[in-house]
């Protein structure tokens, strides 16, 4: 179900609901960017430790903005029953406030949505807005001294076409007499509101719903009455609830600690922090930290199906719905015990139509891609049906080596770990390429040459030396046993102690001062003992 910024806050109220009866949620966003190219070496490599591949990885966050978020709320109706609430919002900066928000767009993101459907005009017209805590803090302080102000250009147009339209009424128009201000959108309901109450001291605005808004004329005595009652449309709390936007239903999300499942979910997490939270912090152990507080339970299904695939003799896959597919005609033809997951009726969409790379899709496959892995986890994969209790309750303890543990992939770890110590992983032995004759060599040149064996992460060591690491044992075998690299550049696995510039200066100056000494010892000559 798709939900834009007009029917956002009418669903909200239903959309609690169902977050706090789920078993778990599922979650995929849609960004207008992966990697900035504004930084040099900004991609991540292999030999990024946890630290690097975060701070490079906040710098992209920073620059790009959340376009869709999909949100998949499973329910356990009965032991293998599962009903799944699928909804695809469209989101879009806060454009009412103190600050105009800017973002990025990268050319290969926007393309590739557009290539899958994504409807931008849904984006930019319909877009549900939402802050993070700094912002609204700021919001809030401006709006008590009613010193806001309006970023959007569109929106300053309509209001000056409504406060036209109003100082021209109202000069002749009589007491409790009306006047109907139509086609206003979103923001523009708080804002005509706003600034005709505080421009005109003998009228009073009500909303009517539909994009519009009534403007009545009133006797002072009238206008305190009014200024003072419960029932004001136009109070601070509710301009504050309606310009937080998607932040409620985020912190409906915090609040209510249910499981939060991903694929490859990293991004997700760090875009979920920055948007809806806090802004990015510079320190890798408090953004761990953070998270872990927010949802202190986070299933990562890419790190799961990795120990799945490696357990059973599935095809190779290389996406979310390709692994989908191979689990549901691996499972549910044998084993009548497999959970049944059934779209709700008013979400039913994805039963009957494939959109991949549609947030609210993909995060459909994602926890229904947890349930089938967990599923095979817990009663092994047989040629006869096993009947188990397929209650999530009964999936979490067999997942419990899985949790908290976010895939990473492309680094020098193989996860991050929310709730510990990041592990490090087992990656195959590191080469170093001698450079003979050849100079002026950089890294890009040396990824070049050995294209054709596979990709290798590129780091220089010193002058005429490079490091080059591949997460495949094949490929690293491959290159040392084969003699078709160029001729200049010598490959071999890397020592440390004999290869580190660290190591071998010190073996130098330890060798300098060992030749010094000895001649010291040779001109001085040995000691005379006399009696």
Not at 17 to 23: D, E, F, I, M, N
Not at 431 to 450: A, D, K, Y
């Amino acid at each position: 179900m798709e939900v834009g910024a007009a029917a956002f806050e009418r669903r909200l109220p239903r959309l609690r609901g169902r977050v706090r009866r789920a078993a778990f949620l599922a979650i995929d966003m849609e960004f207008t960017g992966l990697y900035s190219t504004a930084t040099q070496n900004n991609k991540p490599s292999l030999f990024d430790s946890p630290v690097e591949l975060y701070l490079k990885a906040r710098q992209s966050i920073q620059r790009f903005t959340v376009t869709q978020l999909g949100l998949a709320i499973f329910s356990n109706e009965n032991s293998n029953k599962y009903v799944v609430h699928s909804y695809n919002f469209f989101l879009f900066p806060s454009t009412w406030g103190v600050t105009d928000v800017e973002f990025a767009l990268s050319a290969s993101s926007i393309q590739f949505l557009s290539h899958y459907g994504f409807d931008y005009n849904k984006f930019l017209k319909d877009g549900i807005p939402y802050m993070n805590e700094v912002q609204e803090k700021i919001f809030s302080q401006h709006l008590l001294a009613g010193s806001w102000n309006i970023s959007s250009v569109v929106n300053r147009d309509v209001l000056k076409k409504a406060i036209d339209e109003v100082t021209c009424w109202v000069g002749a128009a009589e007491e409790e007499e009306t006047l109907i201000l139509q086609d206003l959108s979103g923001y523009q309901v708080f804002e005509v509101q706003l600034v005709l109450r505080q421009a005109l001291q003998n009228v009073w605005t009500q909303p009517l719903g539909d994009k519009k808004v009534m403007v009545k004329k009133v006797s002072p005595q009238h206008r305190w009455l009014l200024e003072n009652s419960p029932y004001d449309s136009c109070r601070k709390e509710l301009i504050l609830l309606s310009a937080r936007g998607f932040t409620n239903l985020f912190q409906t999300l915090v609040k209510a600690k249910k499981p939060l499942v991903g694929h490859n979910m990293l991004m997700d997490l760090m875009h979920l922090h920055d948007k809806f939270y806090k802004p990015l912090p510079e320190s890798y152990e408090e953004f761990k930290r953070n998270i872990h507080n927010l949802f202190p339970v986070l299933i990562d299904t890419k790190t799961v199906t990795k120990s799945v695939w490696k357990k059973h003799p599935f095809p190779r896959v290389s996406n979310l719905l390709e692994i989908y597919s191979v689990l549901c005609s691996n499972l549910n033809s044998k084993d009548s015990a497999c959970p049944v997951i059934t779209p709700a009726s008013d979400c039913s969409r994805y039963a009957e139509k494939k959109c991949p790379h549609e947030a609210g899709y993909d995060a459909f496959l994602c926890g229904s891609v947890l349930l089938k892995s967990a599923h095979l986890l817990l009663c092994g994969y047989t040629d006869d049906a096993v009947e188990v209790d397929s209650s999530f309750s009964r999936y979490l303890p067999v997942l419990a080596e899985y949790l908290n543990k976010v895939n990473v992939i492309r680094g020098g770890v193989a996860s991050i770990n929310f709730s510990g110590e990041d592990a490090p992983c087992q990656r195959p032995p590191l080469l170093v390429v001698h450079v003979r004759g050849w100079s002026g060599l950089n890294e890009r040149q040396i990824r070049q040459e050995f294209k054709a064996f596979c990709h290798f992460d590129v780091r220089r060591l010193s002058k005429d030396q490079f490091l080059l690491l591949s997460n495949k044992f094949k490929h690293v075998r491959r290159v040392l046993r084969d003699a078709n690299h160029p001729p200049r550049l010598g490959v071999s696995i890397y020592r440390h102690w004999r290869h580190s510039p660290s190591i071998s200066c010190l073996l130098q100056v330890s060798g300098i001062v060992a030749l010094w000494s000895l001649l010291a010892f040779v001109l001085g000559g040995a000691p005379c003992c006399s009696f």
